[in-house]
């Protein structure tokens, strides 16, 4: 299969841009000297998102922030309009699989729903191009071997697994039903600076400068494939441009750790960044009984974007996650929520 000729990039619509990904996505954009277009914004500011992810492109000429909901259908229609969005990059979602298990109705009204208004709305603006974000656990769990691929069966096994492979089974059916042009990527675990301290590499980053308890489910073996998330920005940044209209593209790192063998590296970059004795923070590791549904392993084949897109991460875990860790010494402790920040908020009436 070929690429197609590069698609132009003129006015994006971020969806979810004040989050982890979504943010680090607008500030490569903007400067990336390749991009001249615009970015809006459209973050609804649930607990997760945090403006400050967003305080070095606050003021530039072509970022735009918009506070609203992706289940507002006719907002959507508005902005596509009066903004003539060419592209959607779609990354807001409920991700925490933890609260998916408390409560599952938030990840069906934003994954779910919210999608779907979405894509609703596009059917009104047919030239404009989605690009839905996924994850690896759509496909459920992989033993001791193997990796997923872009033809693996659908199994999720927990409500955000489910709320996100139920939003992927839309997406292709209106590209399928209505001829919409979207792309799909699923993603591995991804880190790095700006992460919500709930997620598992800065949970145990700042629990150990606050030598709090590191707790771990079960006896700490559960694998995951990490990814460096300007790695994944990258990647995503090659689909817009190049990727084929319907297509999925997998995502991965390369790159696998179980969970306690994380906990031991982040441990060991700690000791030696702060001059202390690891033996502290060793101390702090805890083990507490294992989710339900907890997924034994995850592990992508890239070969495909490899191959089609010419992508492949480029960020040891070493590398990215002395980076993470540097970061959350110097800014992350500390970081507080910024939501009635209004400084370039454009709220459109729908």
């Given at each position: 299969m070929q690429c197609i000729k590069q698609r132009p990039l003129h006015s994006l619509l971020v969806t979810g841009g004040a989050g982890f990904i979504g943010s680090a996505f607008i500030r490569y954009m903007l400067r990336n000297s390749e991009f001249t277009g615009r970015i809006v914004n459209l973050d609804a500011l649930t607990y997760a998102a945090n403006l400050d992810n967003l305080k070095e492109v606050d003021n530039h000429l072509r970022y735009q922030w918009i506070h609203g909901d992706i289940r507002d259908q006719k907002l959507i229609e508005t902005i596509l309009s009066e903004q003539k969005i060419d592209t959607i990059v779609h990354f807001a979602a409920e991700t925490h699989v933890d609260r998916s298990i408390t409560s599952a109705h938030p990840f069906i009204e934003s994954n779910v729903l919210g999608t779907l208004s979405l894509l609703e709305a596009l059917r009104k603006f047919p030239?404009?191009?989605?690009?839905?974000?996924?994850?690896?656990?759509?496909?459920?769990?992989?033993?001791?071997?193997?990796?997923?691929?872009?033809?693996?069966?659908?199994?999720?096994?927990?409500?955000?697994?489910?709320?996100?492979?139920?939003?992927?089974?839309?997406?292709?059916?209106?590209?399928?039903?209505?001829?919409?042009?979207?792309?799909?990527?699923?993603?591995?675990?991804?880190?790095?600076?700006?992460?919500?301290?709930?997620?598992?590499?800065?949970?145990?980053?700042?629990?150990?400068?606050?030598?709090?308890?590191?707790?771990?489910?079960?006896?700490?073996?559960?694998?995951?494939?990490?990814?460096?998330?300007?790695?994944?920005?990258?990647?995503?940044?090659?689909?817009?441009?190049?990727?084929?209209?319907?297509?999925?593209?997998?995502?991965?790192?390369?790159?696998?750790?179980?969970n306690l063998e994380i906990v031991h590296q982040i441990i060991d970059l700690l000791a030696k960044e702060l001059r202390k004795d690891r033996s502290t923070y060793c101390n702090l590791i805890h083990f507490v009984p294992d989710r339900p549904g907890h997924d034994f392993r995850y592990a992508i084949d890239n070969s495909k974007?490899?191959?089609?897109?010419?992508?492949?991460?480029?960020?040891?875990?070493?590398?990215?996650?002395?980076?993470?860790?540097?970061?959350?010494?110097?800014?992350?402790?500390?970081?507080?929520?910024s939501y009635g920040r209004t400084n370039k908020q454009y709220i459109i009436s729908p």
């Open positions: 030239s404009v191009h989605f690009h839905h974000i996924s994850t690896d656990e759509v496909y459920g769990a992989l033993g001791k071997t193997g990796q997923f691929n872009e033809n693996s069966l659908y199994r999720p096994n927990s409500p955000y697994a489910a709320s996100k492979a139920a939003s992927d089974h839309l997406v292709r059916a209106f590209h399928n039903t209505y001829h919409l042009s979207t792309t799909i990527s699923h993603c591995s675990n991804n880190f790095g600076p700006y992460q919500n301290p709930e997620k598992f590499i800065p949970l145990m980053i700042t629990h150990c400068l606050e030598e709090k308890p590191l707790p771990l489910y079960g006896n700490g073996e559960n694998i995951r494939d990490w990814l460096y998330v300007d790695d994944h920005i990258e990647a995503i940044y090659k689909i817009l441009q190049f990727g084929q209209k319907g297509e999925v593209y997998d995502i991965g790192g390369n790159c696998e750790f179980c974007i490899q191959k089609e897109l010419h992508w492949r991460p480029q960020t040891s875990f070493h590398e990215g996650l002395t980076k993470t860790i540097k970061w959350y010494i110097k800014f992350g402790f500390n970081r507080t929520k």
